[in-house]
């Protein structure tokens, strides 16, 4: 089955900085990668996905790139904000089955 | 005109004990899921419906039962409930791969 992995575990950048979270996945099958945002006590909130059939996608100040042949995808935050801060996580699947990362801490210090 | 809701938000009961959990989505969507979210913020998911039937069963224990009236509508019970169950329990729907998830369910189970 799909296993994914998510570093790192927790980063802190000041505000203005930009910040990067990496993802591997194992089944080259999966062909859905998309990232949530969580902030407390609320649910994942869907901030940017991509397919594998693109190799980035950008949505203001959210990007994500995806190397198929490395089975690797990455989460861009540029000119963080304090509302920024939050667990990020990102999945990897195809059809409805999605594989979750352990999830990051982001803390964007103003 | 809340996409994803769940009810309880919050749930505290003991051990032994059997409870439901309720989902509704007004999104027009065809699948729903159920997720785990454990102390350490793991997302896992244990089921999906399609239009009423059950297409994702991940393993999970038999006391955990989903029914699905409508596509509409995704409740969860739990029978025997263990100290192991309390987790933060999230419903999902989606169209077709973005996944869209309510603002979960504390069970806390003393």
């Known amino acids: 089955g799909e296993n994914v992995e998510q570093h790192p575990s927790t980063l802190s950048v000041q505000e203005g900085d930009s910040a990067v979270i990496k993802c591997t996945y194992s089944?080259?099958?999966?062909?859905?990668f998309p990232w949530y945002k969580q902030e407390l006590g609320k649910g994942p909130q869907l901030i940017i996905d991509?397919?594998?059939?693109?190799g980035e996608k950008k949505d203001q100040r959210i990007a994500v790139t995806l190397n198929k042949t490395a089975k690797h995808f990455s989460l861009h935050i540029t000119e963080t904000q304090p509302e920024d801060s939050a667990v990020y996580f990102c999945?990897?699947?195809?059809?409805?089955?999605?594989?979750f990362g352990a999830g990051t801490i982001l803390r964007v210090k103003s | 005109d809340t996409a994803v809701s769940q009810t309880p938000k919050y749930l505290v009961t003991q051990m032994g004990n059997d409870k439901s959990i309720k989902c509704e989505q007004n999104?027009?969507?065809?699948?729903m899921y159920w997720y785990k979210q454990d102390s350490k913020k793991f997302l896992k998911i244990m089921f999906s419906?399609?239009?009423?039937?059950?297409?994702i069963n991940e393993t999970v224990p038999n006391r955990f039962s989903p029914k699905s009236p409508d596509k509409a509508h995704l409740n969860l019970h739990i029978n025997s409930l263990e100290l192991g169950d309390s987790a933060v329990y999230f419903c999902?729907?989606?169209?077709?791969?973005?996944?869209?998830f309510g603002p979960g369910t504390r069970l806390t189970v003393t």
């Open positions: 999902a729907s989606s169209l077709l791969y973005e996944q869209y």
């Open positions: 089944d080259s099958a999966s062909n859905y």
């Open positions: 991509i397919r594998s059939n693109v």
């Open positions: 999945a990897a699947g195809y059809g409805n089955k999605l594989v």
């Open positions: 999104l027009g969507h065809d699948t």
């Open positions: 419906y399609n239009n009423k039937e059950l297409i």
